[in-house]
């Protein structure tokens, strides 16, 4: 009965970014579990690759998401691109400019990732200024653990591995497992 329930889901969803998204890419095999939050700008473009999954359901998810999946483009021009068999449960992807998730990657939920620090930094500017971006790159099979926060221009190696509860500020090299807050190198990956 579920699985009925997701495909049907999934079916309604497609049908509505089909007709009324027209800066959504999508490619087949994209799988919903209840419904997310988009908000595309009409300049902006959010494109999903294959065998994409946007989790939002805690009934099957293994901890408590706080929130449905988040996919925010809604600045001019911004773009957020998921590649082919990424999994994202109960996590907010917001774009100013750019963020880029590799092939094969788990979002786990409740994470953060932003490529905007939202606000200027100047006391005169915080409340009328969204602040600096910088685009965010997530390499292909990236795991991102529990409630993490990838902050603007980072860069995460393919293969790596970002512990749960962690705070990204700088960039991870291939392979490597980090964790913390800022998150550190713990240690490499063994092939």
Sequence with gaps: MIKV?????????????????????????????????????????????????????????????????????DKPNAVIKIGDFSRIHGSCIHAFEKIEIGNNCLIAANCQIIDSNGHATEKNMRLSSQGSTSPIKIGNNVWI??????????????????????????????????????????RKIEE
Excluded at 16 to 29: A, Y
């Design 5 to 73: 329930f997701y495909f049907v889901n999934t079916v309604l969803f497609r049908l509505i970014l089909t007709f009324s998204k027209k800066n959504v890419v999508f490619q087949k095999g994209l799988r919903i579990n209840k419904w997310p939050i988009i908000n595309i700008n009409k300049n902006a473009q959010l494109i999903l690759g294959e065998n994409v999954i946007l989790n939002s359901s805690n009934k099957s998810y293994h901890v408590n998401m706080f929130a449905p999946v988040k996919i925010l483009c």
């Design 145 to 186: 653990g529990t409630g993490c926060i990838i902050l603007p221009g980072v860069t995460i190696g393919d293969g790596s591995i970002v512990a749960a509860g962690s705070v990204v500020t700088k960039s991870i090299p291939e392979n490597s497992i980090y964790g913390g807050n800022p998150a550190q190198f713990l």
